[in-house]
């Protein structure tokens, strides 16, 4: 009988420790949607923040980028990646989890995480 007990879902995969029912839910990559990074005018306290005792509305909360010549606010300071997706290392996951690393139960989540999964859930975050 196998240490794990698993379920496997749409882009995740549930395991629970049968010795002791402890339970951790991986998915298949770690996305997400890194935009760039635009040069921001100062933004002021509205009437709908949380203002500090010694602010007020209109008071400046977070200061205006230096703009470099050439540049105004809303232009690219850096641009972003777009969308990333990272592979989950499984040796560090499962050692941060359960505190070993189950080959038979390493070899489940490889293979059930297969590069086809991958991209479907990438196609989902991305909402396509």
Same mark, same amino acid.
């Given at each position: 009988?196998?240490?794990?007990?698993?379920?496997? !879902?749409?882009?995740? *995969?549930? %395991?629970?420790? !049968?010795?002791?029912?402890?339970?951790?839910? =991986?998915?298949?990559?770690?996305? #997400?949607?890194?935009?760039? @990074?635009?040069?921001?005018?100062? *933004?002021? /306290?509205?009437?709908?923040? *949380? *203002?500090? &005792? @010694? $602010?007020?509305?209109?008071?400046?909360?977070?200061?205006?980028?230096?703009?470099?010549? &050439?540049?105004?606010? &809303?232009? %690219? $300071?850096?641009?972003?990646?777009? #969308? %990333?997706?990272?592979e989950y290392n #499984? @040796?560090?996951?499962?050692? !941060?989890? =359960?505190?070993?690393?189950?080959? @038979?139960? $390493?070899?489940?989540?490889?293979? /059930?995480?297969?590069?086809?999964?991958?991209?479907? /859930?990438?196609?989902?975050?991305?909402?396509?």
């Amino acid at each position: 009988m196998s240490k794990y007990t698993t379920t496997k !879902n749409q882009y995740s *995969i549930d %395991v629970v420790r !049968n010795s002791d029912n402890h339970a951790c839910a =991986f998915m298949c990559s770690n996305a #997400w949607h890194e935009p760039d @990074d635009i040069y921001r005018d100062k *933004i002021l /306290y509205t009437a709908h923040d *949380i *203002i500090p &005792g @010694d $602010k007020k509305v209109g008071d400046v909360r977070i200061e205006a980028d230096t703009l470099p010549d &050439g540049k105004k606010f &809303g232009d %690219v $300071k850096t641009a972003g990646r777009g #969308w %990333v997706q990272e592979e989950y290392n #499984w @040796d560090t996951e499962l050692q !941060n989890a =359960f505190g070993e690393v189950d080959a @038979d139960l $390493k070899k489940e989540i490889t293979d /059930y995480f297969t590069t086809d999964l991958k991209a479907k /859930y990438l196609a989902n975050e991305k909402g396509e």
